[in-house]
T-cell receptor
């Protein structure tokens, strides 16, 4: 089956630093990847849609300068949390859509736990 | 607007059937999904149903869709302790509709606890 990996699986950083999270589709090409944020006991909140070779589409209320997204290849999208603060601590999950698959199927990565001290 | 509602908790005994319910509001939904999330992990697609179907069965899983009432359910037969997880209902509207690019709209998830 289709596999999506994320790296790192967890990260702890100091306030004010930037953190980069990678999302890779391992056995399929993904023109479109999605970045979600999940708060404890909450649903997934879509942050942005990442399109290969073009700018990401951000959801309302998500700061594009704060959460930088780069989708430079068909298998890799990165999310950089710039000047991270404690309120950015969360579980970040990416997904990749397999355009060759059926039914608009998205495959999810295992998530990255970000803790900002 | 788009909204997906689920009850937050369900507790069953091992061996019983579990039924997790979900309601959605967008009548243009094309596909509806059930995802499973185990603690500290990402989401695993369990099953999906196309909006013109009423029922889909896949081993222990049965999905029922009532499009008129916009109600979706997931039945897990012979529930096991390994089924304990959070189950998310999600809808996907047609790619490009409203500029959404076929994004998934998730419910808040139902935490299933299976007691031995």
């Amino acid at each position: 089956g289709a596999v999506v990996s994320q790296h790192p699986s967890w990260v702890i950083c100091k306030s004010g630093t930037s953190v980069k999270i990678e999302c890779r589709s391992l056995d399929f090409q993904a023109t479109t990847m999605f970045w979600y944020r999940q708060f404890p006991k909450q649903s997934l909140m879509l942050m942005a849609t990442s399109n290969e070779g073009s700018k990401a589409t951000y959801e309302q209320g998500v700061e594009k300068d704060k959460f930088l997204i780069n989708h430079a290849s068909l298998t890799l999208s990165t999310l950089t949390v710039t000047s991270a603060h404690p309120e950015d601590s969360s579980f970040y999950i990416c997904s990749a859509r397999n355009e060759r698959g059926a039914y608009n199927e998205q495959f999810f990565g295992p998530g990255t736990r970000l803790t900002v001290l | 607007g788009e909204d997906v509602e689920q009850s937050l908790f369900l507790s069953v005994r091992e061996g019983d059937s579990s039924v997790i319910n979900c309601t959605y509001t967008d009548s243009s939904s094309t596909y509806l999904y059930w995802y499973k999330q185990e603690p500290g992990a990402g989401l695993q697609l369990l099953t999906y149903i196309f909006s013109n179907m009423d029922m889909k069965q896949d081993q222990r899983l049965t999905v029922l869709l009532n499009k008129k009432d916009k109600h979706l359910s997931l039945r897990i037969a012979d529930t096991q302790t390994g089924d304990s997880a959070i189950y998310f209902c999600a809808e996907s509207i047609t790619p490009g509709y409203g500029g959404s690019q076929g994004n998934l709209i998730f419910g808040k998830g139902t935490k299933l606890s299976v007691k031995p």
